[in-house]
């Protein structure tokens, strides 16, 4: 059972920090963080609908960007919002998801 966000499926392997790569050299291995989100950062609209739009907007471009394969994309969905809309946004892709639901007990 997965109970944080440093566990996987996989016995004595664990997730990285979000935004964190793993580099590894002969010598040593370390953990940079490649991204930090600016909290004093402000987007101000007239209208909600613009707020909606520009969500819509932000997300075609990160899913597009990512999404780059000439044959099938496979999609891990948790159920959550933001998996929903990766999958909603991308669904003009050849995409597939599997589903673990038999193989957990719940």
Do not use: K, N
């Amino acid at each position: 059972v997965i109970t944080s966000v440093e566990d996987t499926l996989f016995a004595d392997i664990q997730r990285l920090p979000r935004a964190s790569r793993l580099m590894v050299s002969a010598d040593r291995c370390r953990i940079d963080t490649y991204w930090d989100i600016d909290a004093t950062r402000e987007i101000r609209y007239r209208t909600i609908a613009e707020y909606g739009e520009h969500l819509r907007a932000v997300l075609r471009e990160a899913v597009r960007a990512r999404l780059r394969s000439h044959s099938a994309v496979g999609v891990m969905l948790s159920g959550g919002v933001d998996s929903s809309s990766v999958l909603a946004t991308a669904g003009s892709l050849r995409i597939y998801t599997i589903s673990l639901h038999d193989a957990l007990p719940i």
